[in-house]
């Protein structure tokens, strides 16, 4: 009878004579039944029991997966480099006189738009841009009194600045427009791409390099850029050291750390002002340094020192 279903046993219970069983009868009858039975479901594999474990599990992997893709991470900005715009050229604007003028500070791109620059660009110097002009060619209609500005862009890196922005008047010395501005100092040595936005579009674009910046020492700064220390005589060189109560004369002490020696130089005829930006007193010094041959050198003024690299 192992063989048979369920409802096949039924029907052989019916077959039997029918007489009352007792309890115990009935229990008997139930539990070989059961035994009979019980193998069968005692080696049977939990499949509803796994798929919902299965189910569970997938549920655990995905959830982590959809926080990350919904949750707002913190936004980083990570710089690529750009392609080097053209690089500008210096070219001679004209007085009333028709009289060539600046053919070494103006820069740019000849009938398309140029600035009035120092010799050098040196980042993180605030003094030789805090007087910049520009000049534009094209029709005077369409730029005198429009709003421009000028972003630089850090070709290595890819920073971007905004470097100024003005209003355009007349033009003058035979542009067709121009404007006095000031730049923000650049922040990084290298070459920068110069663009000119005009209507939310760029009106011309040149590359100008920036050196590294000045030898600081404290509050004072030595004005050659740390690119340019290189063994040789450097002759009225400036030296600004901000405070109040300066003497008239202020001693540079350079220190050659490998073989012991050292030379101090004297900077004298004191010119005094006000640093617009901060409204504190400022002196310029000048005088002559010499840096005999390369090496690591120790610059010391009145008591500050830092260490400088001479090539």
């Known amino acids: 009878m192992t063989h048979l279903s369920d409802k096949e046993l039924l029907m052989k ?12 009868q009935k229990n008997n009858i139930i539990k070989r039944i059961r035994e009979q039975k019980d193998p069968s479901r005692r080696f049977s594999f939990p ?15 995905i959830a982590p997966v959809l926080f990350l893709v919904n949750m707002e991470l913190p936004e980083t900005h990570f710089s690529a ?7 500008g050229e210096y070219f001679a604007l004209f007085n009333e006189a028709g009289q060539p003028i600046y053919l070494d500070s103006n820069y740019g791109i000849p009938g398309k738009v140029s600035l009035l620059l120092p010799v050098d660009l040196v980042a ?5 841009v805090a007087k910049i002009m520009v000049y534009l060619w094209g029709n005077p209609d369409d730029l005198v009194n429009k709003d421009m500005k000028i972003e630089g862009v850090h070709v290595d890196s890819g920073y971007t ?4 922005s003005f209003t355009l008047s007349n033009g003058m010395y035979g542009s067709d427009a121009h404007a006095l501005t000031s730049f923000k100092p650049f922040v990084k040595q290298g070459y920068w791409n110069l663009k000119f936005i005009y209507k939310d579009e760029t ?28 063994a040789g005589t450097f002759e ?11 003497p008239e004369q202020v001693e540079l002490s350079l220190y050659n750390l490998e073989d012991g020696t050292e030379k101090v130089f004297t900077f004298s005829d004191r010119t005094d002002f006000i640093e617009s930006s ?27 020192s830092v260490q400088i690299d001479v090539k």
């Open 81 to 87: 480099g750009v392609e080097k715009a053209e690089i």
């Open 278 to 304: 901060t409204a504190k007193k400022v002196s310029i010094f000048t005088g002559d340094i010499v840096l005999k041959k390369s090496g690591k050198y120790r610059i010391t003024v009145l008591n500050q």
């Open 236 to 246: 009225d060189v400036n030296l600004e050291v901000e405070g109040e109560n300066l």
């Open 13 to 24: 219970i019916k077959e039997f004579p029918a007489y009352e069983l007792n309890g115990e």
């Open 161 to 164: 600045q905004e470097m100024a």
């Open 47 to 61: 499949f509803q029991r796994v798929g919902l474990l299965g189910a569970l599990f997938t549920i655990l992997m």
């Open 124 to 128: 993180e110097d605030y003094r030789g």
């Open 203 to 230: 009106f011309g674009e040149f590359s100008v390099y920036v050196k590294e910046p000045y030898v600081e020492i404290d509050k004072a700064t030595l004005m050659i850029s740390k690119e340019d220390l290189v």
